[in-house]
Every structure is written in C-alpha cells, then in structure tokens.
C-alpha cells in the first residue's frame, strides 16, 4: 500500500517567517495531495489541495508544490502568524474510494 | 447543511463491551471513510464505502465491523472493545468525484479500561 513520510515532526519559527514541511510517499499512481490543518482537540480541516497535473498552488499565505517524478510535495506558510500554531498533515490520495493516506504530521508553532 | 456528524463525542468503554460510533452526512457524498487517531501516528483508515451497500477494509480494520445501509449513514461498531482500541476516532466523507476532498466529523474520543 500507500507510504507517506513527513518532516520535521516539529517545527517552530517567529512570527512572520515562512515555514515548509515536506512529505514523500511511495506510489506513483496516486494523483491527490491535500494537506490538512488540525487545531488541539479539533477535527482535521482542508486547507489546500493539489492534483497531479499541477506543480504549484497557492492560496493568499500558503502554497503547495508537487514533483512527481521525485514523489514529494511541500506546503509553504509564508508571512506565519501565530494562529497557524496548529498540526499539519499531508495526504495521499489513492484507491477505490479515493481513501487518503496521512503523514505522521508536523507541530507547527509560531512564536510571538 | 450539517455535514458529518458523529455520536457520542466521548465515551468511556469496559474491556469486552461492544458499541457503535455513528455517523451522518447530509452532503449525499458517495465515499464515506473511519479513521482513528492515535498520539504520534496521524490518521489510520479503518474501513471506508464507495457507496451504499459496498464496504471494505482499511489499513488497520481488525476488531471493527462496518455497514453501509444507505448513501447517509456509516456506522462503526467495536465488536469486543479491548484497550489498544483507545482513540480519536473519524468519519470523514466525499463526493465520487475525482480530486474532491474529504470532510471529516468532529470525531469521537474512546476509552477503553
């Protein structure tokens, strides 16, 4: 099946820095990349996806890119603030039913 | 529209008891999934549904058993409840189209003792 690698597992950076977490995965038939923010105790939400006929996306502050030939994509968190303190996740998109697969997600804080 | 919804939020089990989290979509999303969440391990799908009456197995689907009755409802039931089975646990759902992305509930936090 599916493999999906993360990193960092954390990462804290100041207030208005940019942050980039990158995630790996192993089949080169999956063609859906969301990334999903999660706040404590909350449920996971859709922040910005990509498909695999596109290299880059971007959203007002973030941006995702894909290379498929290497099988990895990024998401980038520029001009951070601190209610982006938050775990992210990545997800791989494969399957039947289009089920996801997660990385093991990423703290991300950002510091006053 | 409400979404997903799943019940109970929380719950607190005996080892051995059985039970059903349920979930709900009003979106007559086709796909419709359960996750659990575990410290450390992101999410870990469990079984999911194309559609109704059509289920399989996910990556970690020992100890749970699932039906798909109609296109809204998805319920999860724990057949013997044993305390590795203590979680956050995930509805999530998706229209069949491609490259549409997953709602999830509000999740239910399970404790098994």
């Known amino acids: 099946g599916e493999n999906v690698e993360q990193h960092p597992s954390t990462l804290s950076v100041q207030e208005g820095d940019s942050a980039v977490i990158k995630c790996t995965y192993s089949?080169?038939?999956?063609?859906?990349f969301p990334w999903y923010k999660q706040e404590l105790g909350k449920r996971p939400q859709l922040i910005i996806d990509?498909?695999?006929?596109?290299g880059e996306k971007k959203d007002q502050r973030i941006a995702v890119t894909l290379n498929k030939t290497a099988k990895h994509f990024s998401l980038h968190i520029t001009e951070t603030q601190p209610e982006d303190s938050a775990v992210y996740f990545c997800?791989?998109?494969?399957?039947?039913?289009?089920?996801?697969?997660f990385g093991s997600g990423t703290q991300l804080t950002v510091l006053p | 529209n409400a979404g997903v919804t799943q019940t109970p939020k929380f719950q607190v089990l005996k080892t051995g008891q059985s039970m059903t989290l349920q979930c709900a979509q009003d979106?007559?999303?086709?796909?419709m999934s359960w996750y659990r969440q575990d410290p450390g391990m992101g999410l870990r799908l469990i079984h999911y549904?194309?559609?109704?009456?059509?289920?399989d197995q996910g990556e970690v689907p020992n100890g749970y058993n699932v039906s798909r009755s109609t296109t809204e409802d998805f319920p999860l039931r724990l057949l013997s409840a044993a305390p590795s089975q203590t979680s956050v646990y995930f509805c999530?759902?998706?229209?069949?189209?491609?490259?549409?992305?997953?709602?999830f509930g509000s999740g239910t936090r399970l404790t098994v003792v």
């Open positions: 999530a759902s998706s229209y069949r189209r491609a490259n549409y992305g997953y709602t």
């Open positions: 089949d080169s038939a999956s063609n859906y």
């Open positions: 990509i498909r695999s006929n596109v």
């Open positions: 997800a791989v998109s494969s399957g039947s039913a289009r089920q996801l697969t």
């Open positions: 979106m007559n999303h086709e796909y």
């Open positions: 549904s194309v559609g109704a009456g059509i289920t």
